[in-house]
């Protein structure tokens, strides 16, 4: 399996703007955050992505992504039904083929080495399979987050087998079909919105829209079926995971950025700085 195609949705009208926003790239540059997702994409072995918009938004990225245009697309959800209902606008790009998926409000930071993308693509061209990148996570944040249940794959530390998939859980939901063995309690394993996709996936996801009963169309619950019915893996992914919608999600990210980049003794310098005035 050969991973060619990726696709960004951001077309929430909640969280838009999130990929327009500018960080500082560990080489010191600015960027816009799609810009940098497009470029962890490409480093992935992708040829060609596509940004699923909103209605008029597509101006507002392509100059966002202008350095890539060759290799960015624009697809647009013209009608707000959901984060599967989005995904599904890629299906005619896609062409049948798997795929990586990334949201638009999330930004993962790796210190050295791969790239979150990369070992999620890794994983999936090795195994013929769908992958699902995860973090180990806490359980007072499940209800933010898509999560999985299943077992650890013998032998290997960081890989698991996918057996349900539940959206924003419960604590009390988790517990009884979500723990993973091996894990530290109170602790599941939570999707961090990079993933390879078959074209199964975008058949259900098409079933699933064109269903009138569904008004809002969403991905876990396709990927709970994909996990019942064939080989499904999630990774545990080695970084840090960025949920840009969050209060200081855009601030945390900037300071990972800055941390694993070539203004790291500056940036240290000068929140030691601060740290010391704030005590004042």
């Not at 050969?2 to 951001?10: D, G, P």
């Not at 249940?149 to 087998?161: E, K, L, S």
């Amino acid at each position: 399996m050969k991973i060619r195609k990726a696709v960004i949705t951001a077309a929430s009208p909640a969280q838009r703007d999130l990929p327009l926003q500018t960080l500082v790239d560990r080489d010191g540059e600015r960027k816009a955050v799609l810009c940098l997702q497009v470029a962890e994409m490409l480093k992935a072995g992708v040829e060609q992505v596509a940004v699923v918009v909103g209605p008029g938004d597509d101006i507002a990225y392509r100059s966002a992504v202008r350095m890539y245009a060759d290799r960015v697309r624009f697809l647009i959800q013209d009608e707000p039904r959901g984060y599967g209902h989005a995904l599904f606008q890629a299906a005619a790009f896609l062409e049948g083929e798997p795929f990586l998926h990334q949201v638009g409000d999330h930004l993962f930071v790796t210190a050295n080495g791969e790239g979150a993308a990369e070992q999620i693509v890794r994983v999936a061209e090795e195994n013929g399979c769908a992958v699902s990148g995860v973090q180990a996570t806490r359980e007072t944040l499940l209800t933010s987050f898509g999560t999985v249940g299943g077992q650890r794959v013998p032998g290997v530390a960081d890989r698991y087998t996918v057996e349900r998939v539940a959206e924003k859980p419960t604590p009390t939901e988790a517990e009884q079909s979500l723990i993973i063995p091996g894990l530290r309690v109170g602790h599941y394993l939570c999707f961090m919105g990079t993933h390879v996709l078959t074209s199964n996936v975008m058949d259900l996801l098409g079933e699933a829209v064109g269903n009138p009963v569904n008004e809002r169309v969403g991905l876990s619950p396709v990927l709970d079926r994909v996990a019942r019915h064939e080989k499904y893996l999630a990774v545990q992914v080695t970084g840090r995971r960025f949920h840009l919608d969050n209060r200081w999600g855009l601030l945390n990210a900037q300071l990972a950025l800055a941390l694993s980049g070539e203004d790291r003794d500056t940036v240290l310098t000068e929140l030691v700085s601060l740290l010391a005035t704030a005590r004042t």
